[in-house]
């Protein structure tokens, strides 16, 4: 069983910034898709950035050269690391990991960007 556990959500001015740690139980880590999704309250979730096992890297069109999603086999983490952040960017932000076609999600963390 994987457990994921994300941490580094917070309350930040827009234009600031965040990093995301989302870090994985288990050694199928690092053959692992991950990825973060955004879920504002009454809306769908929303893919935000993935990173293959090979650290190819894709981003929704709202994020691109804003945020970098990164991981650290070792240890068994990935990050999002969030920059030039607005209020729309505000949401619970989940960490997803995939594996085959079975789906590990966190529980999630809440960023929330003041105007």
């Known amino acids: 069983q994987v457990q994921l556990v994300e941490s580094g959500g917070g309350l930040v001015q827009a234009g600031g910034s965040l990093r995301l740690s989302c870090a994985a139980s288990g050694s199928i880590f690092r053959t692992s898709v991950m990825a973060w999704y955004r879920q504002v309250p009454g809306k769908q979730r929303d893919l935000v950035a993935t990173i293959t096992s090979g650290s190819t890297k894709n981003y929704n069109d709202s994020v691109k050269g804003r945020f970098t999603i990164s991981r650290d086999n070792p240890k068994n983490t990935v990050y999002l690391q969030m920059n030039s952040l607005r209020p729309e960017d505000t949401a619970v932000y989940y960490c997803?990991?995939?594996?085959?076609?079975?789906?590990?999600w966190g529980q999630g963390t809440q960023v929330t960007v003041s105007s």
């Open positions: 997803v990991l995939t594996y085959g076609s079975v789906f590990y």
